[in-house]
């Protein structure tokens, strides 16, 4: 049991000395703040393969979370501070890609998918329709309503 | 028709398939660089060698060359050290960046295990490695006449490597 509360203190403190190390730099103003929140969870740390800059303890991701606490206290604004990574690092970094010719399936894809799978749905259903409506299969010819009448009109007492 | 239709899932898993198959072969961790095509970031650093001699871009020019980014806290940058040499004793221009190190250590480094750069960059504060991109070591970048970065590799140069990565890019510059 000692062991046990032991370990989750442990755990308790190793978490919140990680969160020490992201949460270290001071800013002027709560606006600044919050942006350099915004870019270090939207950007992708370029050493891991999943994981944003301000998750990842890599040192490359030390490195530009010091890198972009320097550029938001001058005051760049977040498309410069993304343009500054995306020229080195290439849109890896980028959790968010840009539209462009290669990444044209990515954005738009799935949209073609649904169209492609709602033009196959109106096509199934329109065809059943069409045979619904046909008057070979659920519509009598005037002989066979005449027909019919009768026999009914037999049955009837 | 009915029939061609009947094929189509088996069209669909092949396509599939192919991309899948590709897939198995592919190195996630292996960015492109952003930098191909563009020349070197200007930078103006000291020397590993002399610290009181400062290094420009200007001086990378003139020749292909290797740059290699290496550290002493780099382990596979160990394993890729005699490889280098190799390379350097065959006569390939290495230029050396000793990335985030102590130049101290990199001092003695080169002194114990040979010095196969032709001039070692000092970037302790790692300020070039962020602006060519560096995000491990060792990386290593094929530079051409101008100084304009060709090729970008990541990982340990190995002597297959060179032969069927390198070297063909190398040497086409070097006879350019």
């Known amino acids: 049991m000692k062991q046990l509360i032991c370990g989750i203190l442990m755990t308790l403190c190793l978490a919140g000395s990680a969160h020490a190390a992201i949460d270290a730099y001071e800013f002027n103003t709560e606006a600044e703040r919050e942006r350099y929140r915004t870019l270090v969870e939207e950007l992708r740390c370029p050493k891991c393969q999943n994981q944003n800059i301000a998750d990842s303890n890599a040192p490359i991701a030390m490195d530009l979370r010091r890198e972009i606490y320097r550029m938001v206290e001058q005051g760049q604004s977040n498309e410069q501070i993304v343009d500054y990574l995306v020229a080195r690092y290439g849109d890896f970094v980028r959790y968010k890609p840009p539209v462009n010719a290669k990444t044209l399936v990515l954005w738009y894809g799935p949209f073609a998918l649904l169209a492609l799978g709602l033009g196959v749905l109106a096509f199934i259903l329109i065809r059943r329709r069409r045979a619904a409506a046909s008057p070979s299969a659920h519509t009598l010819s005037e002989a066979e309503r005449a027909r019919l009448a009768t026999l009914l009109d037999k049955k009837r007492p | ?176």
């Open chain 2, 1 to 176: 028709m009915k029939r061609l239709l009947m094929l189509l899932p088996l069209a669909i898993f092949l396509f599939v398939a192919v991309f899948l198959y590709r897939g198995l072969f592919l190195d996630p961790t292996e960015l492109p660089s952003a930098l191909i095509g563009k020349p070197l970031p200007a930078f103006s650093l000291p020397s590993v060698e002399d610290p009181a001699r400062l290094i420009t871009a200007e001086d990378i020019k003139g020749k292909p060359a290797l740059v290699n980014v290496w550290a002493t806290w780099c382990v596979s940058c160990k394993v890729e050290h005699p490889v280098l040499n190799e390379l350097a004793k065959r006569g390939v221009n290495i230029y050396g960046v000793n990335y985030k190190d102590d130049t101290a250590a990199a001092q003695k480094w080169l002194r114990e295990f040979h010095d196969p750069y032709l001039l070692n960059i000092s970037d302790a504060q790692g300020s070039l490695g962020l602006d060519l991109g560096v995000y491990g070591a060792p990386e290593t970048f094929i530079v051409d006449k101008q100084g304009v970065i060709r090729h970008k590799y990541v990982g340990v140069i190995d002597e297959r490597v060179w032969r069927e990565e390198l070297a063909p890019l190398y040497q086409e510059l070097v006879d350019e």
